[in-house]
Nanobody
């Protein structure tokens, strides 16, 4: 069993930055690929970024490529999402997810564990 807790969300002006963190409880964090997803009101949950078990592979949605960076620290059981040049369309609840696999997936249905989400609001 893995429990995930996100933090770092908030209100920011367009062009600003936020850093989301996700801390995992339980053992063997390095057995899991990690992903960040987001869901805006009235929309489906969408993939944002993913990272492999050792951080050696990352993947981003086209909408955030070049602005967001995902990273992980297996010694601290944490994964981060650095978000720069934020846009109003980035407004959503952001979720951290764990997949018991070495490599990430773009499909939210593939993930085994989810955090409760953290709200990110970008004002224009």
């Amino acid at each position: 069993q893995v429990q995930l807790v996100e933090s770092g969300g908030g209100l920011v002006q367009a062009g600003g930055s936020l850093r989301l963190s996700c801390t995992a409880s339980g053992r063997a964090f390095s057995n899991y690929a990690m992903g960040w997803f987001r869901q805006a009101p009235g929309k489906e949950r969408e993939f944002v970024a993913g990272i492999s078990w050792n951080g050696g592979s990352t993947y981003y949605a086209d909408s955030v490529k070049g602005r967001f960076t995902i990273s992980r620290d297996n010694a601290k059981n944490t994964v981060h999402l650095q978000m720069n040049s934020l846009k109003p369309e980035d407004t959503a609840v952001y979720y951290c997810a764990a997949l018991r696999s070495r490599y990430q997936s773009l499909d939210p249905g593939a993930y085994d564990y989810w955090g409760q989400g953290t709200q990110v609001t970008v004002s224009s």
